[in-house]
């Protein structure tokens, strides 16, 4: 029982452990941590993970402990079904409010309706997102060599979307396993980029480690410990085999699968035949099932577990199950079976597991090892059904492609089934493409008789992969083929219309989406009809009529359409086009309607519930509601390791750059590497421009917006906005080159529909190419006033600035002043620091000195002349009778309505201003 006292202390790797406890401390303050931890076979990654879970119980942590399984990477989310069943107390209520993530657990809800594979993988995702933000939680997964697809994409998921939860998470996994292609070496080098994410690589101990180790095993014989530290070459968990051999009078082999099968062959003939059944279940297996497979009766069935047990090859696991001390015992015990009792024990688990209605997949790989083709089929078929409904897209395309390949080899596979081949290979290619293969989605579906249902697909997974004619003849081929006045016909026409939204075709896109939704309003396929009407507002917004597509998109927004992912992107485009219009107070309630829809289903990070939020960061930032525009962006991190991370990190640069945040810098320097996309380009690049030009660097500004505007494409609205911020920093430089190619810029990037924020932009290049060319224009900007007032207050404001400049310089001083202090006003209350500081440089040059005194409400005026006096908010309070929380609220306005930065420079402007 040696093996047992070895886990009394940890020897050798404090260093390692001191890694892992810097995360779990970094999550206890709220910073979300991960940590992979690699390493050989046996070399104490499960001892080090044991200690830190531990440390974090003391702390306070929730722990939850999920192990993969060598099935062939045929369970889904084995290791997370595995950790939440550890689940209790606050945890388990808060798993029971997200079904999704119950449906894992045994007896967990039912499966419901089959349904598209990857929305429910998003649903999932951003459920156990949501979960994990609960308390502060240690997520264990053990052995992740072995993780299915799905589980590596929530882990890289999880990996990058943790950011202020009160989380670490812990991976193991074995290095000596991944071979060149192993699909884990590939997430690995990604995570491992990851600002996150730390790496622990576990190697051999060294000798005086060893020899510690072997005497907390109870080794006194100096001799044969030397021996054993020789041999062992610093893995722990060999030294501790070759010293229970020892203990137990064996030899010591040569090498580490011998010494285990040596271990193996003293006990007796019964207690072999339970460990070999054992090794086939896995490396956990049920008692009853286990004793069942045995064909031992109670008391012979006791007696062997009870001598397994004692010499460590088996532990106790749960209230009812064992587990192999280790996974290499059980993969030699295993290795050493004969063919015919392999295949004869892997028979026998499959009918007892079917008698116990075990999972799908599990089924599927027994019977499949045991030979039996017609029962693996059908297992195959219901594990891919299963995948499904729980999210696993990977492993459903796995099971169904496994199923094809059985399909001519089986009589009566339909019978057996309950689909035929053509539905099954529908599916194999729907869960292709739900996993991100759009490629081997359409291979397979080139392989099928060309029905309507099948080309429609095919046009559809076509499109997505940008291959747009072959789409169109795809969806023209499944028009063609559709029995008149059916939901086929339907969707092959929406589809059609889709496709040729933006060929050379356009004009046909119309009658196209017209006759599609005649068509599904007279068959009932809500979904054909409301994509079909998403088409004809995008029709009606490229032909400039968007009073039309406003209400062509609002007539199916709020409407239900059985199909999750059509109505969020319905809700998407309606929200936008209010936007654009400048009606913020409906493009909020439809934004927060569609936000809301997605936190209830878990798709908050799905493709359309991440992009509603983007929408709904713009809406309040453009709207003047910095307060929950800034809440928005507190969760677009700036740590970012790919492309989409980035656009997410860049969107939070309009709210920082306007504030004069202090992280602008640290936020630009993670993006950088990411400028070569042409969408993170756009807005941070862009938004770094802005930040030059209020830093009094126009060349600079010039540089980047130039840049952009080299990387997206002409035709793109974006080139007005980026034109005229060039055509800013060229008026700054006093220069004039260029001036008349921005413009030209500018104007060939407008069309129909570009809405109120692309005609305000355009307004305000046409008033900088003036200013560029020594013009201050009153009416050009009062103009781009017009424009952006009221919807779109920062704009606004920006414009009143250059506005009161134009002013003062005709002469109209009284104008000059109002505008000013309007900009002024809008300046403070949105704390546009910026913005406020080049109105204070302009007032101190109008001499609006009047205007500061009207500035300040009466309680500003007591607090500044309070800060004047050096007064911390604390006392400024006792003072006037009013929180701190208040004072606080007050010295923020004055800074903003005063232009500066500091409570020093507010006293300093005070005096000189004689606002004192």
Same mark, same amino acid.
């Given at each position: 029982m040696g093996w047992r006292r070895a886990h009394s202390a940890l020897i050798g790797r404090s260093t390692e452990f001191g890694r892992l406890v810097g995360v779990l401390g970094a999550a206890a303050e709220g910073l979300a941590g991960v940590a992979l931890v690699g390493g050989d076979a046996g070399i104490g990654k499960t001892r080090l993970v044991t200690e830190l879970v531990e440390q974090a119980r003391q702390e306070g942590f929730a722990v939850l402990v999920g192990q993969c399984a060598e099935l062939g990477d045929a369970l889904p989310y084995l290791p997370l079904a595995d950790a939440l069943r550890g689940a209790g107390g606050e945890l388990r209520a808060e798993i029971d409010a997200r079904p999704v993530l119950g449906r894992l657990l045994p007896g967990g809800a039912d499966l419901g309706p089959e349904? &598209?594979?990857?929305? &429910?993988?998003? =649903?999932?995702?951003?459920?156990?997102?949501?979960?994990?933000?609960?308390?502060?939680?240690?997520?264990?997964?053990?052995?992740?060599?072995?993780?299915?697809?799905?589980?590596?994409?929530?882990?890289?998921?999880?990996?990058?979307?943790?950011?202020t939860e009160r989380v670490c998470l812990v991976g193991t996994y074995r290095t000596d396993?991944?071979?060149?292609?192993?699909?884990?070496?590939?997430?690995?080098?990604?995570?491992?980029?990851?600002?996150?994410?730390?790496?622990?690589?576990?190697?051999?101990?060294?000798?005086?480690?060893?020899?510690?180790?072997?005497?907390?095993?109870? %080794? *006194?014989?100096?001799?044969?410990?030397?021996?054993?530290?020789?041999?062992?070459?610093?893995?722990?968990?060999?030294?501790?085999?070759l010293f229970e051999a020892v203990s137990e009078g064996c030899s010591m082999t040569g090498d580490l699968a011998g010494l285990l099968l040596?271990?193996?062959? +003293?006990?007796?003939?019964?207690? =072999?035949?339970?460990?070999?059944?054992?090794?086939?279940?896995?490396?956990?297996?049920?008692?009853?099932?286990?004793?069942?497979?045995?064909?031992?009766?109670?008391?012979?069935?006791?007696?062997?577990?009870?001598?397994?047990?004692?010499?460590?090859?088996?532990?106790?696991?749960?209230?009812?199950?064992?587990?192999?001390?280790?996974?290499?015992?059980?993969?030699? +015990?295993y290795t050493d079976l004969l063919p015919g009792e392999r295949t004869r024990l892997h028979s026998e688990f499959a009918r007892l597991l079917t008698a116990r209605d075990g999972a799908a997949a599990e089924l599927a790989y027994h019977y499949l090892a045991g030979h039996d083709l017609a029962e693996g089929l059908a297992a195959s078929v219901e594990a891919g059904r299963r995948a499904e409904r729980l999210g696993a897209p990977a492993e459903a395309h796995r099971?169904?492609?496994?199923?094809?390949?059985?399909?001519?080899?089986?009589?009566?596979?339909?019978?057996?089934?309950?689909?035929?081949?053509?539905?099954?290979?529908?599916?194999?290619?729907?869960?292709?493409?739900?996993?991100?293969?759009?490629?081997?989605?359409?291979?397979?579906?080139r392989a099928l008789p060309p029905s309507a249902e099948v080309c429609e697909r095919l046009a559809y997974y076509l499109y997505?992969?940008?291959?747009?004619?072959?789409?169109?003849?795809?969806?023209?081929?499944?028009?063609a083929a559709a029995a008149p006045a059916s939901a086929a016909l339907a969707r092959a026409l929406a589809t059609l219309s889709r496709t040729l939204t933006w060929s050379p075709r356009s004009a046909e896109v119309r009658p196209l989406a017209e006759r599609a939704l005649e068509v599904a309003g007279a068959t009932g396929a809500s979904d054909a009809e409301k994509g079909a009407v998403i088409v004809l507002a995008s029709c009606a917004e490229q032909e400039g009529d968007t009073a039309l597509a406003e209400e062509l998109s609002g007539s199916v927004a709020f409407r239900d359409s059985g199909d999750l992912a059509m109505d969020l992107r319905a809700l998407f485009h309606h929200a936008r086009l209010q936007y654009e219009r400048g009606s913020m107070a409906d493009a909020t309630v439809t934004a927060e309607h569609g936000i809301r829809l997605a936190e209830e289903n878990g798709l908050s990070w799905s493709t359309y519930g991440t992009d509603l939020r983007f929408l709904q960061f713009l809406i309040y930032y453009m709207a003047g509601d910095w307060t929950r525009a800034a809440e928005v962006a507190a969760r677009f991190g700036a740590r970012v390791g790919r492309i989409p991370e980035a656009v997410l990190?860049?969107?939070?640069l309009f709210i920082e750059v306007s504030t004069g945040a202090p992280n602008v810098e640290e936020r630009l320097a993670w993006l950088r590497p990411f400028?070569?996309?042409?969408?993170?380009?756009?807005?941070?690049?862009?938004?770094?421009?802005?930040?030059?030009?209020?830093? =009094?660097?126009?060349?600079?500004?010039?540089?980047? *917006? &130039?840049?952009?505007?080299? *990387?997206?494409?002409?035709?793109?609205? %974006?080139?007005?906005?980026?034109?005229?911020?060039?055509?800013?920093?060229? *008026?700054?430089?006093?220069r004039t080159d260029g001036a008349d190619e921005l413009l030209a810029r500018a104007r060939g990037a407008v069309r129909a529909g570009i809405g109120a924020e692309g005609e305000g932009w355009m307004a305000r290049a046409e008033a900088e190419w003036r200013r560029a060319h020594g013009h201050a224009d009153v009416e050009a900007w009062r103009r781009v006033v017009e424009v952006f007032d009221?919807?779109?207050?920062?704009?606004?404001?920006?414009?009143?600035?250059?506005?009161?400049?134009?002013?003062?310089?005709?002469?109209?001083?009284?104008?000059?002043?109002?505008?000013?202090?309007?900009?002024?006003?809008?300046?403070?209350?949105?704390?546009?620091?910026?913005? %406020?500081?080049?109105?204070?440089?302009?007032?101190?040059?109008?001499?609006? &000195?009047?205007?500061? =005194?009207?500035?300040?409400?009466?309680?500003?005026?007591?607090?500044?002349?309070?800060?004047?006096?050096?007064?911390?908010?604390?006392?400024?309070?006792?003072?006037?009778?009013?929180?701190q929380k208040t004072v606080s609220v007050h010295v923020s306005n004055i800074l903003g309505k005063l232009g500066v930065s500091s409570r020093t420079q507010a006293a300093a402007l005070a005096r000189e201003e004689g606002l004192l």
């Amino acid at each position: 029982m040696g093996w047992r006292r070895a886990h009394s202390a940890l020897i050798g790797r404090s260093t390692e452990f001191g890694r892992l406890v810097g995360v779990l401390g970094a999550a206890a303050e709220g910073l979300a941590g991960v940590a992979l931890v690699g390493g050989d076979a046996g070399i104490g990654k499960t001892r080090l993970v044991t200690e830190l879970v531990e440390q974090a119980r003391q702390e306070g942590f929730a722990v939850l402990v999920g192990q993969c399984a060598e099935l062939g990477d045929a369970l889904p989310y084995l290791p997370l079904a595995d950790a939440l069943r550890g689940a209790g107390g606050e945890l388990r209520a808060e798993i029971d409010a997200r079904p999704v993530l119950g449906r894992l657990l045994p007896g967990g809800a039912d499966l419901g309706p089959e349904a &598209t594979s990857g929305l &429910t993988q998003q =649903q999932l995702f951003g459920s156990m997102l949501g979960f994990l933000a609960a308390r502060p939680v240690l997520l264990v997964l053990e052995d992740l060599h072995w993780a299915d697809r799905s589980t590596r994409d929530l882990l890289v998921f999880l990996s990058r979307m943790l950011q202020t939860e009160r989380v670490c998470l812990v991976g193991t996994y074995r290095t000596d396993d991944l071979h060149r292609r192993h699909p884990l070496r590939r997430v690995l080098a990604e995570l491992k980029r990851l600002p996150s994410v730390t790496s622990v690589e576990l190697g051999p101990l060294d000798r005086d480690d060893m020899t510690g180790y072997l005497a907390a095993l109870g %080794g *006194a014989d100096a001799r044969t410990v030397d021996e054993v530290v020789d041999r062992a070459e610093g893995n722990p968990f060999y030294a501790e085999e070759l010293f229970e051999a020892v203990s137990e009078g064996c030899s010591m082999t040569g090498d580490l699968a011998g010494l285990l099968l040596s271990r193996t062959e +003293v006990l007796s003939d019964a207690a =072999q035949r339970v460990l070999r059944g054992a090794a086939v279940a896995g490396r956990r297996v049920d008692h009853d099932l286990l004793q069942d497979a045995s064909g031992l009766d109670d008391l012979a069935f006791d007696e062997a577990m009870r001598e397994i047990v004692s010499r460590g090859l088996l532990r106790l696991d749960g209230e009812y199950g064992y587990a192999f001390r280790h996974a290499l015992l059980q993969e030699v +015990v295993y290795t050493d079976l004969l063919p015919g009792e392999r295949t004869r024990l892997h028979s026998e688990f499959a009918r007892l597991l079917t008698a116990r209605d075990g999972a799908a997949a599990e089924l599927a790989y027994h019977y499949l090892a045991g030979h039996d083709l017609a029962e693996g089929l059908a297992a195959s078929v219901e594990a891919g059904r299963r995948a499904e409904r729980l999210g696993a897209p990977a492993e459903a395309h796995r099971h169904y492609d496994q199923a094809l390949g059985l399909w001519d080899r089986v009589p009566d596979a339909v019978l057996l089934t309950g689909t035929d081949r053509v539905r099954l290979a529908l599916r194999t290619a729907a869960a292709a493409a739900d996993m991100g293969d759009n490629h081997r989605a359409v291979a397979q579906l080139r392989a099928l008789p060309p029905s309507a249902e099948v080309c429609e697909r095919l046009a559809y997974y076509l499109y997505d992969s940008d291959d747009v004619q072959a789409a169109i003849v795809a969806a023209e081929t499944a028009v063609a083929a559709a029995a008149p006045a059916s939901a086929a016909l339907a969707r092959a026409l929406a589809t059609l219309s889709r496709t040729l939204t933006w060929s050379p075709r356009s004009a046909e896109v119309r009658p196209l989406a017209e006759r599609a939704l005649e068509v599904a309003g007279a068959t009932g396929a809500s979904d054909a009809e409301k994509g079909a009407v998403i088409v004809l507002a995008s029709c009606a917004e490229q032909e400039g009529d968007t009073a039309l597509a406003e209400e062509l998109s609002g007539s199916v927004a709020f409407r239900d359409s059985g199909d999750l992912a059509m109505d969020l992107r319905a809700l998407f485009h309606h929200a936008r086009l209010q936007y654009e219009r400048g009606s913020m107070a409906d493009a909020t309630v439809t934004a927060e309607h569609g936000i809301r829809l997605a936190e209830e289903n878990g798709l908050s990070w799905s493709t359309y519930g991440t992009d509603l939020r983007f929408l709904q960061f713009l809406i309040y930032y453009m709207a003047g509601d910095w307060t929950r525009a800034a809440e928005v962006a507190a969760r677009f991190g700036a740590r970012v390791g790919r492309i989409p991370e980035a656009v997410l990190s860049s969107f939070a640069l309009f709210i920082e750059v306007s504030t004069g945040a202090p992280n602008v810098e640290e936020r630009l320097a993670w993006l950088r590497p990411f400028w070569s996309d042409s969408l993170v380009a756009y807005m941070s690049r862009g938004m770094a421009a802005e930040h030059a030009l209020w830093r =009094q660097d126009p060349a600079l500004a010039l540089e980047h *917006a &130039t840049a952009v505007l080299e *990387a997206v494409d002409p035709t793109d609205a %974006g080139v007005i906005r980026i034109s005229a911020v060039a055509l800013w920093a060229l *008026a700054d430089l006093g220069r004039t080159d260029g001036a008349d190619e921005l413009l030209a810029r500018a104007r060939g990037a407008v069309r129909a529909g570009i809405g109120a924020e692309g005609e305000g932009w355009m307004a305000r290049a046409e008033a900088e190419w003036r200013r560029a060319h020594g013009h201050a224009d009153v009416e050009a900007w009062r103009r781009v006033v017009e424009v952006f007032d009221p919807a779109f207050v920062y704009e606004a404001a920006r414009s009143r600035w250059r506005l009161a400049e134009a002013l003062l310089a005709s002469g109209d001083r009284s104008s000059a002043l109002a505008e000013w202090r309007r900009a002024v006003e809008a300046a403070g209350s949105l704390g546009a620091r910026p913005l %406020g500081e080049a109105l204070a440089e302009l007032g101190r040059r109008a001499r609006f &000195t009047s205007a500061q =005194q009207g500035l300040l409400t009466g309680r500003e005026q007591e607090v500044l002349a309070l800060v004047a006096q050096g007064l911390p908010n604390r006392e400024i309070g006792e003072r006037l009778f009013i929180a701190q929380k208040t004072v606080s609220v007050h010295v923020s306005n004055i800074l903003g309505k005063l232009g500066v930065s500091s409570r020093t420079q507010a006293a300093a402007l005070a005096r000189e201003e004689g606002l004192l």
